[in-house]
């Protein structure tokens, strides 16, 4: 399983201002049992959390203008989980979910969805 919340929603459902990001992220998915949770960080860009490893992965913001935060969570959990369930790294899955992430915060709402060809681009050039 995986969940994506974002820093802000993760501080106030463990009601904790002051503790680290990575210390927080352990407790909810310990306390909820989940395996792979991602917190997203606006212009910090994103931590991933692998229960099972115990390891966190982060991955910066790629958004050059951001319009519309809308969506943006829903993006990077789409491709994130199908490159985890095609056996991709974490490292990579956060990677390409950022990467979707930031194609989405750049439209205002829902109304264009992530566009596959200019994704690969990006994932192209960003790996050169």
């Known amino acids: 399983d995986c969940a994506i919340i974002n820093e802000t929603e993760l501080r106030h459902e463990l009601r904790d201002r002051e503790s680290s990001v990575e210390l927080l992220m352990k407790?909810?998915?310990?306390?909820?049992?989940?395996?792979?949770?991602?917190?997203?960080?606006?212009?910090?860009?994103?931590?991933?959390y692998v229960t099972e490893s115990g390891q966190y992965h982060h991955c910066p913001a790629f958004a050059a203008k951001v319009v519309d935060k809308i969506g943006a969570g829903d993006a990077m959990l789409a491709l994130l989980s199908c490159a985890l369930k095609s056996g991709f790294s974490p490292d990579l899955a956060l990677f390409m979910g950022s990467l979707a992430a930031a194609q989405s915060v750049e439209t205002i709402g829902n109304s264009v969805p992530v566009n596959k060809v200019q994704l690969i681009k990006t994932f192209s050039h960003a790996v050169k």
């Open 27 to 48: 407790e909810l998915a310990n306390t909820l049992h989940i395996q792979n949770l991602v917190v997203t960080q606006g212009s910090g860009g994103a931590t991933f």
